[in-house]
Nanobody, 123 residues
Framework: QVQLVESGGGLVQPGGSLKLSCAASGLILDYYAIGWFRQAPGKEREGVSCISSSDGSTYYADSVKGRFTFSRDNAKNTVYLQMNSLKPEDTAVYYC????????????????WGQGTQVTVSS
C-alpha cells in the first residue's frame, strides 16, 4: 500500500522559512516522478516543483523560483521542499504526489497523493 505523508507545515511570518517533508512507503521515490503541489482556498491545485523520473530534471513554478528548493534523501525515501522568503500568497495546503510515468508538473498526471500540510504565511 502506497503512502505519502507530508509534514512541516505551520504558521510563519512573511519573509520566513519552512521545510516540508514527504515520507513515502510502499514505493521507492527514486523510481518515480515526484511533485509538490499546493491549493489555496477557492483556487485550483497547482504544481509548485516537480522532479522528473526520466532525467531527474527539476521544475519550479515561476512564482517560487529562487525561493523554493526541492531535494531528496533516497536513503530515507523522503523528499523535501525548502521554502524561503515566504509570502502571504504562498498560503495553501501543500501536497506531495508521485507517479511512475509523469513527465510534467500537472496534477492530473499523478496517481499517488499525500493528505497535505497547511502552510500559512501571515503577520
Amino acid at each position: 500500500q502506497v503512502q505519502l505523508v507530508e509534514s512541516g507545515g505551520g504558521l510563519v511570518q512573511p519573509g520566513g522559512s519552512l521545510k516540508l517533508s514527504c515520507a513515502a512507503s510502499g514505493l521507492i521515490l527514486d523510481y518515480y516522478a515526484i511533485g509538490w503541489f499546493r491549493q489555496a482556498p477557492g483556487k485550483e491545485r497547482e504544481g509548485v516543483s516537480c522532479i522528473s523520473s526520466s532525467d531527474g530534471s527539476t521544475y519550479y513554478a515561476d512564482s517560487v523560483k529562487g525561493r523554493f528548493t526541492f531535494s531528496r534523501d533516497n536513503a530515507k525515501n523522503t523528499v523535501y521542499l525548502q521554502m524561503n522568503s515566504l509570502k502571504p500568497e504562498d498560503t495553501a495546503v501543500y501536497y506531495c504526489a508521485a507517479d511512475r510515468l509523469a513527465t510534467t508538473c500537472l496534477r492530473y498526471e499523478y496517481d499517488y497523493w499525500g493528505q497535505g500540510t497547511q502552510v500559512t504565511v501571515s503577520s
